[in-house]
T-cell receptor
Framework: GAGVSQSPSNKVTEKGKDVELRCDPISGHTALYWYRQSLGQGLEFLIYFQGNSAPDKSGLPSDRFSAERTGGSVSTLTIQRTQQEDSAVYLC????????????????FGPGTRLTVL | AQKVTQAQTEISVVEKEDVTLDCVYETRDTTYYLFWYKQPPSGELVFLIRRNSFDEQNEISGRYSWNFQKSTSSFNFTITASQVVDSAVYFCALSEARNTDKLIFGTGTRLQVFP
């Protein structure tokens, strides 16, 4: 079956521009996560969705970062007024979310979007 | 506070050697989950294993085995008879039952297997 997909795979933008990153989770997965992987910070959590709600936004680094999820499926991560320190690989993961604590809650990752801010 | 430590930054071995990747975790939760992911040069994180805090039984899957010891807060990963295709960065991660299942990752161990 199809895994998590992300687009674009690569994005180069100029400092100050806005960018949108898209994530398509595995069909039927209600939980969706965004992470960021950068050289200096490693892999860090950004935001968690259960359905269309985001009960945990604690990892968003600033108010320039926002995310939404519609129809309990596709999610978009938006970064406004990009800065060079936003350069990283943005990873999306999904899990079934149905039974917290069961084997079905494993998170499966997409290939990531590499963002470069010039 | 929750934390995962992978003290080995990089390990190099020759093919067919056994290698163990260390992972030490910290959590105040009594119910938590531990994971290992592999990140090959292609970049995608590949799930390898999940263990629940109440199940300390060790697991073997082919050449891979995992040793979970709550007494030392460790969840080590051993590759037996390593192969060049095992070359990757390996991440250990923790999630806590009361903490939305978000993953807390270690800094990763880069494994290089030479022919």
């Amino acid at each position: 079956g199809a895994g998590v997909s992300q687009s674009p795979s690569n994005k180069v933008t100029e400092k100050g521009k806005d960018v949108e990153l898209r994530c398509d989770p595995i069909s039927g997965h209600t939980a969706l996560y965004w992470y960021r992987q950068s050289l200096g910070q490693g892999l860090e959590f950004l935001i968690y969705f259960q359905g269309n709600s985001a009960p945990d936004k604690s990892g968003l680094p600033s108010d320039r970062f926002s995310a939404e999820r519609t129809g309990g499926s596709v999610s978009t991560l938006t970064i406004q007024r990009t800065q060079q320190e936003d350069s990283a690989v943005y990873l999306c993961a999904s899990s079934s979310g149905f039974h917290r604590g069961s084997s079905t809650d494993t998170q499966y990752f997409g290939p990531g979007t590499r963002l470069t801010v010039l | 506070a929750q934390k995962v430590t992978q003290a080995q930054t990089e390990i190099s071995v020759v093919e067919k050697e056994d290698v163990t990747l260390d992972c030490v975790y910290e959590t105040r939760d009594t119910t938590y989950y531990l994971f290992w992911y592999k990140q090959p040069p292609s970049g995608e994180l590949v799930f390898l294993i999940r263990r629940n805090s109440f199940d300390e039984q060790n697991e073997i899957s082919g050449r891979y085995s995992w040793n979970f010891q709550k007494s030392t807060s460790s969840f080590n990963f051993t590759i037996t008879a390593s192969q060049v295709v095992d070359s990757a960065v390996y991440f250990c991660a923790l999630s806590e039952a009361r903490n939305t299942d978000k993953l807390i990752f270690g800094t990763g161990t880069r494994l290089q297997v030479f022919p």
